[in-house]
């Protein structure tokens, strides 16, 4: 079908966005434009507007933006020809007849729907039938009420080869192969040249039926499991021009409207489980049909909600499973769209623990989801032993294979980031040092001693007191201060001190944010200026205090008076960046000589540790110049 953008322009022009909107959401006029809280993502305050008269909504909170054509495929979910359909529908416009192809595929697509539908009634008959009494008592034990049957549309199919190809033979055998409700044996062999033809027969015989439907509610297939005996235990309808079973979702068209109520989807790992949550009031849950979840799945997920909770049995399979769909969203994860992680106890599925404990066990579950990156993380490390430096090597390997699968640069630095601090403090972390007031305890350091002489000493002051006591929010933070106003006006200097800065503990959340977007910024392919910097920071805090840096005239040391000299800015950087990330070694250090020399009051120990305090002396001598703040003229 071919759509001009001057019939497309013309529909966009006599629909009412705000109108279309307003069936879904709240909206509220606001001058010339309306509000309302945006249906993209979570929030309380309206930032997401409808201009009526360009024709088109946006949300300055999350960025959505589009028309009315893609709010229907968006926010609706609909294939974009629907869309079209519809609104073209609501606006009295004919839409343009298809080529004679596009006619026939669109014709044999009717028919196959008007199949299945036919299918769907027919197990829902038998069901009720004298034969359905084996899948009626299945249901009734799995606690599965009427009212849910209906609503998931329960059936039965008849143990018999033939049954369902008689009740619906006005459809003919070819048309009811295809939509995978008959095999036809010959299609079956490699070797077509029979004496005879085989008679089709029924796919489906004596199981309980669920219909899978698209987002629209139509039925493109079937999965049907045994009551009794037999192999497998749950059969799908094959792949046909109506269903794909890697871009569906089991339950899309009932769970697409809840989640837009509860601002989530579950995923679950079959049929039976989103039905159970369904029926314990959890309406916003999917599964996968048969499959690993697929790139198409996440992708349609995404289009629900920003974050959906995967949420699979806690045994190995469940877990590999989980892993599995981890792996696959790697290369997909893009700013604010991610996977969490629900485990369930082991040995129990939703309906296990809803009927055990009830639905508030099941909510807290979900409560409890980890964020993909936590999930990785504890993965890698329980793979194989940590024991010898080669494991923790190994360790370190497979999370940087992790990182390199991100394709998203921003998201891609964040992850190796995260990933290096808590490598970091799991096998480099620093022991805090004790600097007890004298008088109560804290070792050697608060203590009389004797000297080489025999003599009692005073207690020793801790080194750095000054510079301690100033803390995070004093000299160190002025310094830092510093350092990322000088990369700000210089951000060529980022990737040389990239791998230093990354190492940096920094306490202050608003200055942790701006040095990570440096980070991640100066990782992109790019050349990164100081605009650009500034436009990726957005607006907020983080960005203000940016511009508050660029807007200062006094600045604590060379780099930031803006020198022609780039050698020196770089030295002067590099010493910088050094001072601050020698600082917690040193301190490390002399917490450990302090240790030892408490154990055991040895003239080797001793020496150790006044040689370490001195290095501390002077590192933290240097600390305040370079941070005591300048006036230039």
Not at 23 to 47: D, L, M, W
Not at 115 to 132: K, N, P, R, T, V
Not at 616 to 627: I, T
Request: proline share 6%; aromatic share 6%; with cysteine.
């Amino acid at each position: 079908m071919s759509l001009t953008p001057a019939f497309l322009d013309e529909l966009r022009m006599r629909t009412s966005l705000s109108t279309l909107i307003g069936r879904t959401i709240k909206v509220t006029k606001a001058g010339r434009e309306y509000k309302a809280c945006c249906p993209f993502h979570n929030e309380k305050t309206p930032s997401f507007t409808i201009n009526d008269e360009k024709g088109f909504y946006h949300c300055f909170g999350c960025g959505a933006h589009g028309d009315a054509i893609r709010w229907m495929t968006d926010q609706r979910g609909l294939p974009f020809m629907e869309a079209v359909k519809e609104l073209a529908q609501a606006a009295s416009m004919d839409v343009p007849a298809p080529d004679p192809r596009a006619a026939k595929r669109a014709e044999a697509a009717k028919g196959l729907h008007d199949a299945m539908a036919a299918a769907q009634s027919f197990f829902e008959e038998q069901l009720g039938g004298i034969d359905g009494a084996e899948a009626r008592a299945y249901l009734a034990k799995r606690g599965i009420s009427d009212a849910t049957r209906r609503a998931f549309g329960f059936g039965y199919s008849p143990d018999s080869r033939g049954r369902l190809k008689s009740a619906l033979k006005e459809f003919g055998d070819p048309m009811l192969v295809e939509a995978g409700l008959l095999i036809d044996p010959d299609a079956l062999e490699a070797d077509a040249k029979r004496a005879t033809k085989r008679d089709s027969y029924d796919r489906f015989r004596g199981r309980l039926m669920l219909p899978i439907r698209d987002i629209r509610g139509r039925v493109i297939a079937f999965g049907g499991r045994i009551l009794g005996a037999g192999e497998p235990k749950y059969l799908n309808s094959p792949d046909t021009p109506l269903f794909d079973k890697g871009r569906t979702l089991y339950n899309i068209d009932r769970a697409s409207p809840a989640s837009r109520n509860t601002g989530r989807v579950i995923v679950v790992e079959g049929y039976m489980d989103v039905i159970a949550l369904a029926q314990a009031g959890f309406g916003d849950a999917v599964a996968p049909l048969g499959t690993a979840l697929t790139e198409h799945q996440i992708e349609r997920l995404w289009k629900m909600v920003e974050v959906p909770i995967l949420c699979f049995d806690g045994d190995s399979a469940g877990q590999k499973a989980a892993i599995r769909a981890a792996m696959r969203a790697l290369p997909l994860l893009r700013p604010g769209h991610s996977l969490a992680f629900a485990t369930l106890p082991v040995g129990k599925d939703p309906d296990d623990l809803i009927r055990a404990e009830g639905p508030a066990a099941m909510n807290a579950v979900l409560t409890n989801a980890q964020p993909l990156v936590d999930r990785l993380w504890n993965h890698e490390q329980s793979v194989a032993p940590l024991d010898t430096p080669e494991q923790k090597a190994a360790l370190k390997q497979r999370l940087g294979a992790i990182t390199e699968a991100i394709q998203h640069s921003d998201v891609r630095a964040h992850y190796a980031h995260a990933f290096r601090e808590r490598y970091d403090a799991l096998f480099f972390a620093r022991p805090a040092f004790n600097a007890a007031p004298r008088g109560q305890g804290g070792g050697a350091a608060g203590r009389w001693q004797r000297d080489r002489k025999g003599n009692w000493k005073a207690p020793l002051a801790p080194a750095g007191a000054e510079a301690r006591a100033i803390g995070a929010t004093g000299m160190e933070q002025r310094l830092l201060r510093a350092v990322l106003a000088s990369l700000l006006r210089h951000p060529e200097q980022i990737p040389r001190h990239r791998e230093t800065l990354s190492s940096l503990h920094v306490a202050d959340p608003v200055l942790a944010e701006l040095l990570a977007a440096m980070i991640a910024a100066s990782m992109r392919k790019e050349t990164v200026v100081t605009d650009t910097l500034l436009t990726i920071l957005g607006q907020g805090e983080v960005y203000n205090m940016a511009k508050g840096m660029l807007r200062a005239d006094t600045f604590t040391f060379t780099p930031n008076r803006m020198i022609p000299d780039a050698s020196r800015l770089s030295r002067d950087l590099e010493e910088a960046i050094g001072v601050m990330a020698q600082g917690p070694e040193l301190e490390a250090a002399l917490a450990e000589s302090t240790r030892r020399f408490e154990s055991d009051f040895s003239e080797a120990n001793f020496a150790q540790q006044q040689r370490i305090r001195a290095l501390k002396a002077e590192h933290d001598q240097r600390l305040a110049e370079l941070a005591q703040p300048q006036d230039i003229d």
